[in-house]
């Protein structure tokens, strides 16, 4: 237990020297002038963003892969005008699948664990319908944002 917590205390520590110096840098504010400039529409910028977590998401875990990109991403998805709380939706999905994602996706391997027997290619190939049926979500979710604002809007009317 003691071993897990000062693991991620340091992943936590680093994360955050490390968005100091991003920040310090400056590099949110020069990717987005970069982003821009690409001429992507607010679609081709959260289609990139799914492509992005989607291959991020096979090689870190989410809480590292969170710490380390929110504060870059947001500051981009912000100037193309989506909504901060659909944006949280999204991310928290991505970051859900990413658990999913084959090769080295986290969950894969506490499923093979608990299973006990076989080969983790079983527990991927088993694993592909619930990945299908999440990004299925994320398309539905780009497509109608307003199904996941009904709710926010409603409660603040």
Request: glycine share 8%; aromatic share 10%.
């Amino acid at each position: 237990m003691a071993r897990t917590t000062a693991m991620l205390m340091l992943i936590i520590i680093g994360a955050y020297f490390m968005n100091y110096v991003v920040g310090i840098l400056g590099i949110p504010s020069a990717l987005s002038r970069w982003v821009s400039d690409l001429g992507l529409s607010p679609l081709g910028l959260i289609l990139s963003l799914v492509v992005f977590y989607l291959v991020l998401g096979c090689f870190l875990e989410t809480l590292s892969m969170m710490i380390a990109t929110v504060p870059i991403v947001v500051p981009l998805v912000m100037q193309f005008g989506f909504d901060p709380v659909w944006f949280g939706i999204f991310l928290v999905l991505m970051m859900e699948i990413s658990l999913i994602t084959p090769p080295v996706g986290m969950n894969l391997f506490v499923v093979q664990g608990v299973r006990g027997h076989g080969s983790v290619v079983d527990v991927i190939i088993g694993s592909l319908p619930f990945l299908l049926v999440m990004l299925a979500f994320v398309l539905a979710i780009i497509i109608w944002p307003a199904s996941i604002m009904w709710l926010p809007n409603l409660m603040m009317s």
